[in-house]
């Protein structure tokens, strides 16, 4: 299985600030993907991630919110702008395998105050 | 559009018992199916996968899942429950591209 990591684990933020979310994979990859999973809810895609190209955002999410970069075939990040509590919620990377099935970073949990 | 309904948000089973996890859903042409299973403060852990073939898919840690292509399901299911197994489980379904996850089942496994 693929090794994914992310930083920060956690973090707690003042309304108005941005935090930027790094996501590394232990190979490289064409499609990667950022969700967002607030308490107790399912998985929202925020968008997908390819490299050599502007992300491609899903419907309620917009790039001045939450611009994406992915500068290689290992790494991505995500940045939360201008944070509201609304924006408090686990951030989560995934890759996606040729056979179709994603593996997960571990997560990072935002709290906005 | 594509859908996952996981019907049940919570499953509690006594451990040695079997359990079934529900999953529905409606997905344009051939399905791509999948279950991720969540442990406390984890990140999502692929489980299973159905694409194509053999109607039964086993996957790791003992579980296995059923595709039914006249009812649109794909339970989850394990012989015996562990303790160990109390979780929040996802179904994911969609084409080839991305898919969508169900709200998640939280199982509960009972000494």
């Known amino acids: ?113 | 559009a594509q859908s996952v309904a996981q019907p049940e948000d919570q499953v509690n089973v006594a451990e040695g018992n079997p359990l079934t996890v529900k999953c529905t859903y409606s997905v344009s042409g051939n399905p791509y199916l999948f279950w991720y299973v969540q442990y406390p403060n984890r990140g999502l852990q692929f489980l299973l996968k159905y694409i194509t073939g053999d109607n039964l898919v086993k996957g790791s840690y003992g579980f296995e899942a059923e595709f039914n292509k006249s009812q649109t399901s794909f339970h989850l299911k394990k012989p015996s429950a562990l303790v160990s197994d109390s979780a929040l489980y996802f179904c994911a379904a969609g084409g080839s591209y991305i898919p969508t996850f169900g709200r998640g089942t939280s199982l509960i496994v009972h000494p």
């Open chain 1, 1 to 113: 299985s693929a090794v994914i990591s992310q930083k920060p684990s956690r973090d707690i933020c003042q309304r108005g600030t941005s935090l930027t979310i790094q996501c590394q994979v232990d190979s490289q990859v064409t499609m990667m993907f950022w969700y967002r999973q607030q308490p107790g809810q399912s998985l929202t895609l925020i968008a997908t991630a390819n490299q050599g190209s502007e992300a491609t955002y899903e419907s309620g999410f917009v790039i001045d919110k939450f611009p994406i970069s992915r500068p290689n075939l290992t790494f991505s990040t995500l940045t939360v702008s201008n944070m509201s509590p609304e924006d408090s919620s686990i951030y989560l990377c995934s890759r996606r395998e040729s056979s179709y099935e994603q593996y997960f970073g571990p997560g990072t949990r935002l709290t906005v105050t």
